[in-house]
């Protein structure tokens, strides 16, 4: 009985262990057909406070960018994101990087979001640091309905 219990435990071992060595290369596979480059922005970012972006196409044509966001701030689901990116070819002893611009309706909130920034790519991956506003049309007072603030988002 004894001998059998450790034949089962070899065996779950052996599956467990066999499963997982199958299954990283597909991840690595995977990982290395999805790098986020600022030059093909596809694929799914984050900024500082964990809201997502996932762009879902680009045309490298026009620019234009179509994806969802998510906020980790309040308003639950994915809102439809558009946009621009945008660049130059670079300037000999600048900084270069590639522009970016992008807005989220809210739906039902009623607010509009627009960023814009700078999106540069390093060893790692890629960074975007962009300026927003947020307006929205419920406020408790005249001057208090475009918000304004920073943030940085990073490739994963």
């Not at 779950?12 to 093909?40: D, H, M, T, W, Y």
């Not at 922005?41 to 960018?65: C, D, K, Y």
């Not at 739906?107 to 999106?119: D, E, H, K, R």
Request: proline share 6%.
């Amino acid at each position: 009985m004894k001998r059998a219990g450790a034949v089962l435990v070899l065996l779950g071992l052996f599956a467990i262990n066999g499963s997982v060595s199958a299954k990283e290369p597909q991840k690595e596979a995977a990982g290395a057909a999805a790098v986020v480059r600022c030059g093909n922005p596809v694929g799914l970012w984050r900024n500082q406070m964990g809201s997502e972006m996932r762009i879902t196409s680009f045309n490298p044509s026009t620019g234009a960018i179509q994806g969802q966001y998510r906020t980790n701030g309040g308003a639950p689901g994915f809102y439809p994101l558009i946009g621009w990116v945008n660049s130059a070819p670079p300037a000999p002893g600048a900084n270069n990087a590639v522009t970016i611009a992008f807005s989220v309706r809210w739906g039902q909130i009623g607010s509009i979001t627009a960023w814009t920034g700078t999106c540069s790519d390093t060893s790692a991956g890629a960074g975007l640091r962009t300026l927003w506003h947020l307006s929205r049309p419920n406020s408790q007072f005249d001057w208090d309905h475009i918000l304004a603030g920073a943030d940085t988002f990073t490739s994963m």
